[in-house]
Each structure stands twice: as C-alpha cells, then as structure tokens.
C-alpha cells in the first residue's frame, strides 16, 4: 500500500525502534524518566524557549494550552479551518468552557492577517461579548493544503495581540516543515508566540506524541493539566527515545517529502478537470479539487484503493500527504493512477 492519507501514518525507524529498546526510564509523573526528561530539555532548547512537556497527542498538547491559557465563557479566536475548531471534537468547548471564534482567511491562505483578527476581539468587556482569551495560529496550516506562514507574519501578529493583553498559541504540529520550507529555524518561526505544540508522530516519524513548549510557569500549569486530563504516562522514556531521535534527525530528511509533494501536485495540474496550483504546495500537504472530473472524490478513492493507494477525499477534494514511506517512484505511479482515475 502507497498511504498517503496522513504523515500520522509513518512507522518508527530502525533508529527509533533500537533506541527504544534500550532506553533509560523512571516514573514520569514524579518527574523521573531521564529520556523524558531529556526530550523535554532539548525540544525547549531546540525553541529556545524555558520548557517543555511531553504529551501524548497533538490534541493534547493543543487542548492543554487553551485550558492554561483561558477563563471560562472566553473567545477563541481561530481561522475557520483550523485543526482546533474542525477536528478537536468541540473539545475546547467540553474541556475550556470556551467560544471558538472562527474567521475566514480573506485570501484562503489560512494565515489571518490583523486586520482580519482586530474586528473580531472582544477587548472592552461592556458585560455582553465573551472576551477574547487566546487567539490559536496554525503554521504549516494542513486543511489549507500546508501553506506556511512567515516568521514576520506570526511576529506581527503576536505583537499585536499582546498590545492587548491577548496570548497566542501556535498549533505547529508540522512546524518543521514550514521551517524547511522557509528556510528558517523553528525558533525563529515562533518566537514572539507565548506556547507552541508540534507533532513528534507527524512528518517526524516517532510512533507516538507531541511536545508543548513555552515559559517555564506556562509548562508548570501544563503538567497539572496533562495528569488532570489522564496524560501521566510513567515510564514514558520508551517513547521519548524514539522522539529525541525524531526531533534530531527527521528535519533533515523533510525536504525530500517536500520535492514529493510539489512533483505529485505538477503531474496534478496536467490532468483535465484537476485544479491545483503547484506553487501553492510547499510543504507535503497537497490538496486539489476534483470537480471538473465529474466524479467524486470517493469515487476516485476507491480507485486508488483498488490499485494499492490511499487517500482521502471530501467535499469536492482529495487530500495526499507525503511522508519518509514514499520514494518518487511512488509518486509517479500515484499520478499514473490518478490519470486513469478521473478520465473514467
Ligand atoms: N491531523 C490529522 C487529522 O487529525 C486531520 C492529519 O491526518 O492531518 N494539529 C494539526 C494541525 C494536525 O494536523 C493534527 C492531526 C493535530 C493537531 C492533532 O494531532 P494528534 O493526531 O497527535 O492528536
């Protein structure tokens, strides 16, 4: 099977499964597991922010920085098709007690600009709105097809929200990509913001868990939520070491999934009634609509399945994301399939 309904779906390295093995572990929740504890050191050292803490999901980690970061009755706000509003399950709601507030990105980029945020804060609490606690950003942003946002950008943003006393969280569970495709560092891409997730299990390839990051009081309050919320996961150090190694090595590995994106999305735009910009794919997210095919993207989905490929389709539009599973060989068979696909 060529998967490519995710990067979640990627399978711990040779590496990772050795250093598994033999890693060293103690009881997290007293603080003790050495490997946790070092994962934890490094992916603050690597943000160069004061610290960090290992949870078991990318959902987690984001639901947990809500929660720290918000009163009961605030707003959320959050551009419309972030993973925290569409695919949380109203978790910010049931956990938080929050409003989300989603706002459409004029431009679709799925990066808001302040001028698109200011009209939507409740600032001046007259006793009517919910007040505006936390604005969620999301970089590389999956359901816009993996567009990335700039270090000036997020920069901008931050300073603006702070003038208002008004945090942000950023939902970089693939954050790593965007910094390769930026050509930048993960701390230079988040900076300014005041907590950060990214995803360990993603394009990064460990088997399991994220990792929040932030000011040292910030992941004080983080570590009481997590064992609130069931995340005290004891001899942890058996995952964290697959993590390290995800955290050290993956990056470098990420710009070839990358190429991959950006060559399936070129075969793309040459079959009739598939719509994609390849421009517009810079990390390894590609979405492209199939409507001018007039066949459905289940139907199309189903196709690929029945020549050994996944992926996943809704609306009018199917969803690849490339991963250390594929070689370009894959891709092109992908493509081959594709364009047999739609012509049915
Ligand atoms: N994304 C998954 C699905 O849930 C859609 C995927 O296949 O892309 N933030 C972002 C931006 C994400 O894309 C995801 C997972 C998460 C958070 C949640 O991470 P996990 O799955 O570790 O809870």
Redesign the pocket.
């Known amino acids: 099977m060529i998967d490519l ?4 779906v990627t399978k711990p390295t040779d590496a990772m499964r050795a250093a598994m093995a033999s890693a060293e572990v103690g009881d997290d929740v007293y603080g003790e597991d050495p490997t946790v504890n070092r994962l934890q050191d490094r992916a603050a050292e690597v943000f160069e922010k004061e610290a960090a803490l290992f949870v078991p ?4 980690a ?1 639901q947990i920085a809500i929660k720290v970061h918000t009163d009961l009755g605030d707003e959320v706000v959050i551009e419309d098709r972030g ?2 509003y569409l ?2 399950m109203g978790s910010a709601s049931v956990i938080s007690g929050v409003l989300l507030r989603p706002i459409r990105s004029r431009d679709r980029s799925g990066h808001l600009e302040w001028s698109e945020i200011e009209p939507a804060l409740h600032i001046d609490h007259d006793y009517h709105g919910s007040a505006t606690g936390l604005i969620c950003l ?1 970089n590389s ?2 359901m816009a097809g993996g567009t990335v946002m700039s270090a000036h950008h997020c920069k901008d943003l931050c300073d603006r929200a702070h003038a208002h006393n008004i945090p942000i969280h950023l ?1 970089g ?2 954050i790593f990509n965007a910094a390769v495709a930026l050509d930048t560092t993960v701390a230079e891409l988040t900076r300014h913001c005041d907590s950060i ?1 990214f ?1 360990l ?2 394009g990064l390839g460990a088997p399991v868990g ?1 990792m929040l990051v932030g000011s040292r009081g910030f992941i004080d309050q983080a570590r009481a939520w997590r064992k609130r919320l069931g995340g005290g996961m004891r001899q942890a150090g058996i995952l964290a070491a697959a993590g390290l190694i995800a955290l050290e090595e993956s990056p470098k590995r990420l710009h070839e999934d990358h190429a991959n994106a950006r060559r399936l999305a070129e075969g793309l735009a040459e079959i009739d009634g598939v719509s994609i910009d390849p421009k517009s794919v810079v990390t390894n997210i590609v979405i492209f609509d199939v409507s001018a095919t007039g066949r459905t993207p289940a139907a199309i989905c189903e196709d690929l399945k029945q020549q050994d490929i996944l992926a996943l389709g809704w609306d009018s539009v199917i969803r690849v ?1 490339t991963h250390n599973g594929n070689s370009t060989e894959d891709i092109d068979y992908v493509i081959n399939a594709l364009v047999k696909s739609s012509s049915l």
């Open positions: 309904r995710s990067d979640t999901s990318g959902c987690m984001n993973h925290i695919h949380e999301e942003h999956n939902d569970a693939r997730q995803c299990s993603k994220s994301v």
